[in-house]
């Protein structure tokens, strides 16, 4: 739930696709289990351990960060604070796929192909600058639990598109993620307008990526695992985002050079908040690698309760019983769908 994280390049119903090219490179392809010993399992659990760890401190870092930035530092520039993480996801994703292998390179075959990756590129721009844009006048506790309905705005636009209908169970579930945020809402201190309408926004159009991205690369000659979709949307979006930023963000390289003249700080919070994008992006794909889409969204519900108690430890944004007890009744909800995902498919 980054901003929402927004920086995550595939829904939970994708990773299994991701695991499924990657499992491959184990061992030619073969699970072999009857060989592990148990100092090779206690290193493998060590190894998992660290990558979780380090998956939870990019995802948290990075909405951190942005919330200092853009609310706490004075660096209002939310389009090109975007801009920077996409330029740090090319750069990085180009050295890790070219020069590090962490996955085979995928090549883009066709011109319909680039078209659709560009396609889903513009409204990946959209939901992350709506993200950043709302971290300026929500707390990040709210945030999170705004950002939690994200399977609400899938279900909705999955039916919309394909007209495939889920067991009314599934649907039923996610009748607790929707009144948890409205509950959550009314016990909001720091509650903005603007700022709630912009994470919604934001939220649904991260869900409705993840629903193109399925329709648009289906067939298995189009499939791109997420860090070469990464890879090739990244510079797509830096090209998008930079004259957007120009144009509604006119005064960005004054104050930009005027904080980083004031402070040599700046540069260095910049980079890291950018480098801690793209590390949310590879641990989130590791991670899937190295478990399981089920973990994955169980320790995904997780981080989104830590995140929210650290930024309230850091912060100081009030909140009120009636809004954590919102943000529980949405977070028990989101794990009720995606349990009764996993039943009823």
């Given at each position: 739930m980054s901003t929402h994280a927004s920086y995550n390049m595939r829904s939970k119903s994708y990773y299994e696709n991701d695991i499924k090219g990657t499992m491959k490179d184990?061992?030619?392809?073969?699970?072999?289990?009857?060989?592990?010993?148990?100092?090779?399992?206690?290193?493998?659990?060590?190894?998992?351990?660290?990558?979780?760890?380090?998956?939870?401190?990019?995802?948290?870092?990075v909405i951190l960060l942005n919330k200092y930035l853009l609310s706490n530092y004075g660096f209002k520039f939310p389009i090109f604070l975007t801009m920077c993480h996409m330029s740090a996801c090319a750069v990085l994703s180009y050295i890790s796929i070219v020069f590090f292998k962490v996955v085979p390179q995928q090549m883009i075959k066709s011109r319909s192909q680039f078209m659709k990756i560009a396609t889903l590129s513009i409204v990946f721009c959209g939901s992350v600058v709506g993200g950043n844009i709302s971290l300026r006048?929500?707390?990040?506790?709210?945030?999170?639990?705004?950002?939690?309905?994200?399977?609400?705005?899938?279900?909705?636009?999955?039916?919309?598109?394909?007209?495939?209908?889920?067991?009314?169970?599934?649907?039923?579930?996610?009748?607790?993620?929707?009144?948890?945020?409205?509950?959550?809402?009314?016990?909001?201190?720091?509650?903005?307008?603007?700022?709630f309408i912009m994470c919604l926004s934001a939220t649904a159009a991260r869900a409705f990526k993840s629903v193109l991205q399925g329709i648009l690369l289906s067939s298995e000659g189009e499939k791109l695992n997420s860090m070469n979709l990464l890879l090739y949307m990244s510079p797509i979006a830096v090209i998008i985002l930079l004259p957007a930023a120009l144009i509604m963000e006119p005064n960005v390289v004054d104050v930009t050079i005027s904080l980083g003249s004031e402070n040599k700080t700046m540069w260095l919070l910049l980079l890291l908040n950018s480098v801690t994008a793209y590390s949310a992006n590879l641990t989130n794909f590791l991670v899937t690698k190295h478990t399981s889409a089920l973990t994955l969204q169980v320790l995904g519900n997780a981080k989104g309760a830590v995140a929210v108690v650290i930024s309230i430890l850091l912060f100081r944004n009030p909140v009120t019983v009636v809004g954590m007890a919102g943000y529980t009744v949405t977070v028990m909800g989101v794990a009720a769908y995606g349990e009764t995902k996993r039943r009823f498919r």
């Amino acid at each position: 739930m980054s901003t929402h994280a927004s920086y995550n390049m595939r829904s939970k119903s994708y990773y299994e696709n991701d695991i499924k090219g990657t499992m491959k490179d184990i061992g030619g392809g073969k699970m072999v289990s009857s060989g592990t010993t148990p100092a090779t399992s206690s290193k493998e659990n060590f190894f998992i351990f660290s990558l979780v760890s380090l998956w939870y401190s990019s995802n948290i870092g990075v909405i951190l960060l942005n919330k200092y930035l853009l609310s706490n530092y004075g660096f209002k520039f939310p389009i090109f604070l975007t801009m920077c993480h996409m330029s740090a996801c090319a750069v990085l994703s180009y050295i890790s796929i070219v020069f590090f292998k962490v996955v085979p390179q995928q090549m883009i075959k066709s011109r319909s192909q680039f078209m659709k990756i560009a396609t889903l590129s513009i409204v990946f721009c959209g939901s992350v600058v709506g993200g950043n844009i709302s971290l300026r006048y929500l707390a990040v506790s709210f945030n999170q639990a705004v950002g939690a309905t994200t399977p609400f705005f899938t279900a909705v636009f999955a039916y919309l598109a394909t007209l495939k209908r889920e067991a009314w169970v599934t649907y039923a579930a996610l009748v607790p993620v929707v009144a948890g945020v409205v509950i959550a809402s009314g016990g909001e201190p720091g509650f903005h307008l603007f700022g709630f309408i912009m994470c919604l926004s934001a939220t649904a159009a991260r869900a409705f990526k993840s629903v193109l991205q399925g329709i648009l690369l289906s067939s298995e000659g189009e499939k791109l695992n997420s860090m070469n979709l990464l890879l090739y949307m990244s510079p797509i979006a830096v090209i998008i985002l930079l004259p957007a930023a120009l144009i509604m963000e006119p005064n960005v390289v004054d104050v930009t050079i005027s904080l980083g003249s004031e402070n040599k700080t700046m540069w260095l919070l910049l980079l890291l908040n950018s480098v801690t994008a793209y590390s949310a992006n590879l641990t989130n794909f590791l991670v899937t690698k190295h478990t399981s889409a089920l973990t994955l969204q169980v320790l995904g519900n997780a981080k989104g309760a830590v995140a929210v108690v650290i930024s309230i430890l850091l912060f100081r944004n009030p909140v009120t019983v009636v809004g954590m007890a919102g943000y529980t009744v949405t977070v028990m909800g989101v794990a009720a769908y995606g349990e009764t995902k996993r039943r009823f498919r």
